[in-house]
């Protein structure tokens, strides 16, 4: 593989790339360092996000590095590192479900108290359960909500009805998107264009 300044070189192979099945659907996001060898490998094209065209490993390489673009460099060569490769084969999109993860579901959520509305962080939001587990109520997606500690004391060991408490949204289980994993600050910009929910936290 090209070399470069070794502590940027990991830095740069290690962010991540959004992997597209060959319908142009994101199924996966995986490393740049795994995505070229896929590219290498000719099980994937890499696709250039200003206007879509796809390129083989070697056409890549031909490619001039846009200025101030992250890349790749050697003394021989200047590689721009992908942020989106298509997959050549692979046609069908996985069919996961979104594990019920307290850590997820304070995704699903987005930090934000499902009674009043106010955003908190983690300390102050605990997981409540809509109908109370001593009436029956289960640990689902369906049954659990964030609430903030006002509202989860306000609620108690009540339902919505006897605590005249409602819900922002019923909750549910979330989509799985290939995000799931990632925290907001590790998405590039340019995957929005293959993606039609845009939503930033709540996308699992
Ligand atoms: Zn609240």
Redesign the pocket.
């Known amino acids: 593989m090209v070399a470069c300044d070794p502590p940027r070189r990991a830095e740069l192979l290690d962010r991540a790339t959004l992997v597209l099945n060959r319908s142009w659907r994101p199924v996966h996001v995986t490393t740049v360092r795994r995505a070229l060898c896929m590219v290498f490998r000719e099980a994937a094209r890499i696709v250039a996000t200003d206007t879509l065209s796809t390129f083989t490993f070697e056409e890549w390489l031909e490619q001039p590095v846009p200025h101030g673009a992250p890349a790749i460099r050697s003394p021989s060569l200047r590689l721009q590192v992908p942020e989106v490769v298509l997959l050549t084969q692979y046609d069908r999109v996985p069919c996961h479900e979104a594990p019920f993860t307290r850590r997820n579901l304070f995704l699903r959520d987005d930090y934000t108290?499902q009674?009043?509305g106010?955003r908190c962080t983690t300390d102050h939001l605990s997981v409540d359960h809509v109908l109370p587990r001593s009436r029956g109520g289960g640990t689902s997606w369906e049954n659990c909500v964030l609430?903030?500690v006002?509202?989860n004391a306000r609620k108690a060991d009540r339902t919505l009805k006897e605590a005249g408490l409602r819900l922002l949204r019923p909750p549910t289980r979330p989509r799985w998107t290939p995000y799931l994993t990632l925290r907001p600050s590790q998405r590039m910009e340019s995957w929005s264009k293959f993606t039609t929910d845009r939503r930033r936290s709540a996308n699992m």
Do not use: H, P, Q, V
């Open positions: 108290c009674y009043c106010r609430a903030c006002g509202c």
